[in-house]
């Protein structure tokens, strides 16, 4: 099923599966989807995850001693998507995928209703039979685009991206920030001269005054460090906290909407 952000600016957002534990990350997608988030991605716990920061590592790490698979990440969205038809998409390395193998994989994602990928640390340039495997079965193929792409990397990313396309805000690893970089409004002005895809913005979001700022120029906004920082600090409580905060980002995107419609 296609990828639709229903409204503006919508939420993309991520959880690291199996932190705390499966059934519990089970019942913070639900909430978080409940509370107004339109597409979720699926975070698959990886060993060495280069472009994510101290939180998310650390959330990793505490998934992997769950001993958290790929394939229970596929089962778990199997599951969330019997209860909801938001946006489902894996968020992966390419190890663990090459580790099933990408037929396997995608016949997989496909069976369990997900709606697509993004394989971080997959080059645009090398992911021929990739996009031919996951466009046979209708799959969204989403890439990053970082500030330092050039334009005909980010027209061949445009080209190649089903779903929508993640603008990277900034250089460097995940991780929530106090102050925004100028670069991403520039990066989604550069992204959109090749594509009418949705673009969402992602990278050091995480209060609901970025939020707002970011939907000013984006069709999404991605929240995941500060979604995965919540889990952290609230034992027990994790799928209520998440719902709040969830709740607290789209009120302020409603805000903004309705201001720029006024």
Known sequence: ????????PSLVAYVTCGDPDLATTREIVLAA??????VIELGVPFSDPLADGPVIQRASERALRNN?????????????RKRSQAGLIIFSYLNPILKMGIS????AIADAGMDGALVT?????EADGYLETMHRRSLATVFLAAPTSTDQRLKLISQVSTGFIYAVSRTGVTGARKQLPEDAQNLVRRIRKYTKLPVAVGFGVSTPEQFAAVGEFANAVVVGSAIVETVERNPGKEAESVAKFVKQLSAAGNRQFAKSSG
């Open 1 to 8: 099923m296609p990828i639709t952000f229903d409204r503006k």
């Open 33 to 38: 989807i409940d509370a107004g988030a339109s």
């Open 68 to 80: 958290v698979s790929l394939m229970q990440v596929i089962q778990l969205a199997a599951e969330v």
């Open 104 to 107: 396997r994989f995608s016949a």
């Open 121 to 125: 640390d997959l080059p645009v340039e």
